[in-house]
């Protein structure tokens, strides 16, 4: 790796990153083992490089936000509880120490509406992308996170004439691990209110990655 800006790789380490990537997301590949062999020549052949304090900064930050979310996962795991936007907020606050009204003080923002986020009140047109993306980062969370969660601010049936159905799904199990679970067979004709949420989380994931600058 010749370029001292680690923020940017070069071509070929960026394949190589890629490749590594790629192999610890297969399922029969959980985690890449070298051999001692392998190790002894890439330390003989490849020169370390000072890491820059602003990347040494942010792979610490990635670390701690990387390690929140396990103990949040864990923790709806033990209780058997499905993962939401709303359970998360509530998980970081927890951590932070803060009161939903100390929170609302700091941040500025309006106790109801914390509250009712925290609660899964909200629909997707309610969370201003700023305001959500501000309130996330004050607490430590991760963009990771929270955006495989935005689904879960859905307030409608996805089938017409199936809420108390469908409804049972979106509660989920414990061993869905906070998935979103679909019906085996569809009940019914889609419900266009659910058609238009679910353009809106679309709509509010887009403006949270530019709110929180990913």
């Avoid at 000072?50 to 670390?63: E, F, I, N």
């Amino acid at each position: 790796m010749m370029d001292h800006d680690l923020d940017r790789l070069e071509p070929e380490d960026e394949s190589l990153m890629n490749l590594l990537s790629s192999y610890f997301g297969r399922e029969d590949n959980p985690r890449l083992l070298l051999s001692d062999e392998t190790v002894d020549v890439l330390e003989a052949q490849c020169t370390a490089l000072p890491l820059p304090a602003s990347l040494k900064t942010r792979l610490a930050r990635v670390a701690r936000q990387a390690e929140a979310d396990r103990e949040f996962e864990a923790a709806l795991e033990k209780r058997r509880q499905r993962a939401t936007l709303g359970t998360y907020l509530a998980f970081l606050r927890g951590k932070a120490g803060w009161t939903v009204s100390e929170t609302a003080k700091r941040l500025r923002l309006e106790f109801q509406w914390l509250a009712d986020l925290e609660r899964d009140a909200l629909s997707p047109p309610q969370i201003p992308a700023r305001r959500l993306a501000d309130l996330l980062k004050r607490l430590k969370g991760s963009l990771e996170m929270t955006e495989r969660l935005l689904f879960s601010t859905i307030q409608t049936s996805r089938f017409v004439g199936s809420m108390e159905r469908d409804s049972l799904y979106r509660r989920g199990s414990a061993s869905s691990q906070g998935r979103w679970a679909e019906p085996p067979d569809p009940p019914g004709k889609e419900n266009p209110e659910y058609l238009d949420q679910v353009e809106a989380v679309t709509q509010l994931r887009e403006q949270l990655r530019a709110a929180w600058g990913a």
